[in-house]
C-alpha cells in the first residue's frame, strides 16, 4: 500500500510547518540537535520499523509535539491538516500547564483510552525518547535518572496494550539494550 499523491503533499506541508514551527529549537541531548529531527525521527519510526502507511498517522507523528511546545494552536492544525489530523495531536500532547509528574502520570493513566493512531504515535515517540536518553542524554542527567526515564517508558507502553506489534517487539529490545548499558 501506498500513500496517495494528495497525501504525500500533506505530509511534506506537514515537514514544512513543524521545522518552522520548531525553527530555533534544540533537542537537550549532548550534541544540542535540532529538534526538528525528533518529530521526523518518529515519524521514519512509525513508517520503517511499524510498516504504518496511514497518512494521518505519518502527518500527525510529524506535528506531534507542536501544541506543547511551540505556539500552535488546535484551530491551526485543523485548518492545514484536518480534524482528524488535530484530533490525533492533541491525543498525544501533554498540557504543558500542570507539572511534570502530573503529565508523566496522566500518560500512564490515558495511555489505555488512546485512538490506535495515537498509541502508535506514543510508542514511536517512546522508542525515539529511549534511543536518544541511552546514546546521548542530556548532559545534566544521572545514571539514575535515565533509569528511571526507562522504567517511567515502561508503564507507559504497558499500558498502550498493544502485544505483539513490530514496534512494541522493537521497543523491548531496545529498552533491554537500554537496562544493559546502563547496568
Not at 496511514?54 to 485548518?79: N, V
Request: net charge positive.
Amino acid at each position: 500500500m501506498s500513500l496517495r499523491t494528495n497525501e504525500i503533499s500533506l505530509v511534506f506541508k506537514a515537514f514544512s510547518f513543524a521545522a518552522e514551527k520548531h525553527i530555533g529549537h534544540r533537542k537537550r541531548d549532548q550534541k544540542s540537535s535540532p529538534y526538528i529531527n525528533h518529530p521526523i525521527k518518529v515519524a521514519d519510526t512509525l513508517w520503517n520499523i511499524g510498516e504504518v502507511r496511514d497518512a494521518i498517522t505519518i502527518i500527525s507523528a510529524i506535528l506531534h509535539d507542536t501544541l506543547e511546545h511551540t505556539d500552535t494552536t488546535l484551530r491551526e492544525l485543523g485548518s492545514n491538516f484536518g480534524s482528524e489530523v488535530s484530533s490525533v495531536v492533541k491525543e498525544v500532547s501533554d498540557d504543558m500547564s500542570l507539572p511534570e509528574q502530573l503529565r508523566k502520570r496522566l500518560q500512564i493513566e490515558h495511555a489505555p483510552q488512546l485512538s490506535e493512531r495515537a498509541k502508535l504515535i506514543k510508542l514511536a515517540d517512546k522508542i525515539c525518547n529511549i534511543h536518544d536518553k541511552i546514546h546521548s542524554p542530556p548532559k545534566n542527567w544521572s545514571l539514575k535518572k535515565r533509569k528511571s526515564y526507562l522504567d517511567w517508558t515502561k508503564e507507559v507502553v504497558n499500558n498502550l496494550q498493544m502485544k505483539d506489534s513490530k514496534l512494541t517487539l522493537y521497543y523491548e529490545r531496545l529498552l533491554k539494550q537500554g537496562y544493559e548499558k546502563l547496568k
